[in-house]
C-alpha cells in the first residue's frame, strides 16, 4: 500500500470516528461466548440467555436431545442447534434463549440429529444464531491511533515470580469463600481472618487443572470481588485477596449465601463443568439474617456449603442472636464435618490444614453427590450367536441411551463393558475412559463376537475384573443384556454381587429365561427385571431403568 494511500484512508477513520463491528446477540455489547464441552446441557446455565460457542468435532449424534424448536432443558445445546439448523459440525457460537417447562416434546429427525419425544420437563430452551449488527458510524469523530512501522508492539508480559506453590491436580473444587466484612470485625479482624484465607488458598495449589477460588464480601449487600475464573495460582490469589478493602454493615449471611448460590457458579464465571462446588463461610459472632432458604437453595444446587465460626456469643448475647442453630440449618450436613468452630481470629491458624484437606475431599461432598455423577455403570452384553450383528448394534443404541444422562468424569460417574459368550471379553474398563465423548465412542466400536452364552461366568468376570478394581464411593449398578438362556448357574454368581455391594438390573430380550432374570436381579426383583419382547423395541425400557438407578442411589446414599 503506498504512503498516499495510508494517508488517505487514515484520515477516513479519523473523519468517521468509531465504527461499530458486531455485537453479541440480545446481551451485552461485546460480551464474549462462553465456550461449552460437547456435552454441556441448558440446565447447566442460570442465565436467561448467553452465547456460547460450541467446540468442532464432537459425536453430536451420540448426545441426547428432547424437542423440536423448543428443546428440554437437559438436552445437549450443541446437538439441539445443529439438530436446528444454527450450526453444523464444525461447531460455532450459539445463542441459548431459557424458557418455561412445556409439554408433550415432539422428537424429530434433522441434519444428522435425532431428537426424541418427552412427554413432560420442568424447564426449556431455544436456540438461534448470534445476530450482528451491520456498520454503522456512531459517537463523535476522533482520533484513532493507526500503527506505523516505527510503531513498536509490546510482547505480553512475563512474570519473573513463580507460582508460589505447584498446581494441586489432586484436588478438584471450585471454591467461594464468603468472608465476614461486618462492623463485628473491625479492619484489624478483617485483615487477619484475609491472611487465613491466604494461607488456605497457598496451600491448596491453585490451578486451572487443581482448585480455583473466588471471594465474595459479606455486609448489608453482598459484593463478588473476584470470580473463579480471574486467578489462576497462588501468588495471583494472595495479590487479590490483598486488595479487599473492608466494607463494614450488617453480617446478612443468608443473603450472601443466596447471592452466592444464584450468581456466583456459572459457566462464564469459570465454573467448570465435574467440579464440586464449594461454599466456605467465615463468620463472626453470628449472621444477622434468617439463613433457612438460602441454605436449601444451596443444597438443591448441589452446593457444599462449610462454616467457620469465630467468637461464639456469650451468654449475655445470646438473646440477640437471630437463630441460635444457624451452624447446623446452613451446612451440607449436620455431621461435624462441615462446622468449624473457633474460639479467636488469633488461634484459627492450626484449623487451615484441616479445611484445606477437607475441602479437597471429593468423596466426602456429600451434597455435589447424584445419580447421575456417582454410579460405576457397568454393561454386561450378551454376544451369542443367537443375537446376530443387527441386532447387537441395536443393544450398542441401546446402551448409548441408558450412558448419555451421565455425568463421566475422573471424579464422577465411570462407565465400563464386557462382552460375554462362552468365554468373556472386557470391552473397557472403569479407568480406561473418563469423558462421556469417549465412552459413547468406545461403546459404537465394540464388535460383536458370536458364540455360546455362559453367563454366570460373565457375572463373576465382571465383578471381579472391573468392580473390584475400581477404588471409589461410587454406587455399583451391573446391568445385564440378553437375549436367551445361560448353558451355566447364574444364581450363585449374581448372589456373590449383590455381596459384594453390586446392584444388579437385569434386561431380557425374546427367548431369555424369566426365572434367570429374577434370579440374576437385585431386590426387589419386579423393579430390577426388565423385559422387551424384541430387539427393535427394547429402547422403550431407558426411561425405567434410568429411574430405578437413581432410585438406588438415592437408598444407598442415605
Known sequence: MSAITMSVLTRAIVILGTLTLTSAARGDQGSVPVSVNCSSRGTYFKEDQVDVLCPPRCAYAHLAVWGTGVYASVSSICSAAIHSGVIDIKGGVVHLQKLPGQENYQGSTANGIRSSSLTRWMSSFSVSKRERIGLEVSGQPRATVVPTARTIKKKPGKSGKKNSKPINKECKADIAFLIDGSWNLGKRRFNLQKNFITRITNLLGIGPEGPLVGIVQISDNPKTEFMLKDNMNSRDVAAAIKNVTYRGGNSYVGKALMHTTEGFFTASKGTRTGYPKVVVILVDGWPSDDVDSAANQARESGINVFIVSVAKPLPEEQKMVFDPNYAEKIVCKNNGAYSYAI????????????????????????????????????????????????????????????????????????????????????????????????????????????????????????????????????????????????????????????????????????????????????????????????????????????????????????
Open 343 to 558: 474460639p479467636n481470629w488469633f488461634g484459627m491458624y492450626k484449623f487451615i490444614k484441616p479445611l484445606a484437606q477437607r475441602m479437597c475431599s471429593y468423596n466426602q461432598m456429600a451434597c455435589s453427590r447424584t445419580c447421575h455423577n456417582s454410579v460405576n455403570l457397568a454393561f454386561l452384553i450378551d454376544g451369542s450367536s443367537s443375537v446376530g450383528d443387527h441386532n447387537f448394534h441395536t443393544v450398542l443404541n441401546f446402551i448409548t441411551e441408558i450412558v448419555k444422562p451421565f455425568d463421566i468424569h475422573q471424579i464422577g460417574s465411570r462407565v465400563g463393558a464386557v462382552q460375554f459368550t462362552y468365554d468373556q471379553r472386557t470391552e473397557f474398563d472403569f479407568d480406561d475412559h473418563v469423558t462421556k465423548d469417549d465412552v459413547l465412542n468406545a461403546i459404537s466400536s465394540i464388535r460383536y463376537w458370536s458364540g455360546g452364552t455362559a453367563t454366570g461366568e460373565a457375572i463373576t468376570h465382571t465383578t471381579k475384573n472391573l468392580f473390584g478394581k475400581i477404588k471409589n464411593n461410587n454406587v455399583n449398578v451391573l446391568i445385564v443384556i440378553t437375549d436367551g438362556q445361560s448353558y451355566d448357574n447364574v444364581a450363585s454368581p449374581a448372589t456373590a454381587a449383590h455381596q459384594a455391594g453390586v446392584i444388579i438390573y437385569s434386561v431380557g430380550i425374546s427367548w431369555a429365561m424369566q426365572n434367570e432374570l429374577k434370579a440374576m436381579a437385585s431386590e426387589p426383583k419386579d423393579s430390577h427385571t426388565f423385559f422387551a419382547k424384541d430387539f427393535p423395541v427394547v429402547h422403550k425400557l431407558v426411561p425405567d431403568i434410568l429411574k430405578g438407578i437413581c432410585n438406588d442411589y438415592t437408598l444407598r446414599a442415605v
